[in-house]
């Protein structure tokens, strides 16, 4: 159970375009997602945090109108890389509030991650 | 105050060894502690986690000790095995403006040579 995917698994897009990510919870219901951002090497960094229903709270530092973030339903949202530059080529990384094994308290289940590529 | 402290930064074990991982922290609001593993291009798995009210839980081979009182923290591997190759990510979570928020430490790349 708990099982998190992401899609696409990785993209190259040109620069000056945009580039769509999706994140889905597959066997649970998310009413909290969060993106993270991960060069390489290097730790993950969280740079929003997505309620369904409503505005995504994002990190500071995170330009808001760059990273567009929709969490349309309890099992999916989406991550807008608006007019891609080669320094957003990173590894994106979802991850979903699910239900934690064995205790009350609910645990974060990450998605396998998108590789973007800004040439 | 809101980071963690993690090290060694690279660690290397033979197979059957125990593999250590330490990582501090400052805030004692932090009030969850899970420990992940990473294989290159993939994303995180949670391993193990524990609460400030334990000091100790254990999962097969995987141990987390912890000390409240010295706000670290750490991840035991017995009977490392080649398998157990990957990056490991200590966190703790802070509950903020209402919505969690996990802070990672730097990682910790092991390899168990066979």
């Known amino acids: 159970g708990a099982v998190v995917s992401q899609h696409p698994s990785w993209v190259i897009c040109k620069s000056g375009t945009s580039v769509k990510i999706e994140c889905r919870s597959l066997?649970?219901?998310?009413?909290?997602m969060f993106w993270y951002r991960q060069f390489p090497k290097q730790s993950l960094m969280l740079m929003a945090t997505?309620?369904?229903?409503?505005?995504?709270?994002?990190e500071q530092g995170v330009e808001k109108d760059k990273f567009l973030i929709n969490h349309a339903s309890l099992t999916l949202s989406t991550l807008t890389v608006t007019s891609a530059h080669p320094e957003d080529s990173s590894f994106y990384i979802c991850?979903?509030?699910?239900?934690?094994?064995?205790?009350?308290?609910?645990?974060?289940?990450f998605g396998p991650g998108t590789r973007l590529t800004v040439l | 105050q809101q980071q963690v402290k993690q090290s060694p930064q690279s660690l290397i074990v033979q197979k059957g060894g125990i593999s250590i991982i330490n990582c501090a922290y400052e805030?004692?609001?932090?009030?969850?502690f899970p420990w992940y593993q990473q294989f290159p291009g993939k994303g995180p798995a949670l391993l193990i986690a524990?609460?400030?009210?334990?000091s100790e839980k254990k999962e097969g081979r995987f141990t987390i000790s912890f000390n409240k009182s010295a706000k670290q923290f750490s991840l035991h591997i017995m009977d490392s095995q080649p398998g157990d190759s990957a990056t490991y990510f200590c966190?703790?979570?802070?509950?903020?403006?209402?919505?969690?928020?996990?802070?990672f430490g730097k990682g910790t790349k092991l390899t168990v040579n066979p």
């Open positions: 805030n004692t609001a932090f009030d969850y």
């Open positions: 991850s979903a509030r699910g239900p934690s094994s064995g205790g009350a308290i609910d645990t974060q289940y």
């Open positions: 997505s309620n369904e229903g409503s505005k995504a709270t994002y």
């Open positions: 066997d649970f219901q998310a009413t909290t």
């Open positions: 524990i609460r400030p009210d334990v």
């Open positions: 966190a703790a979570s802070i509950f903020r403006g209402g919505s969690e928020k996990l802070v």
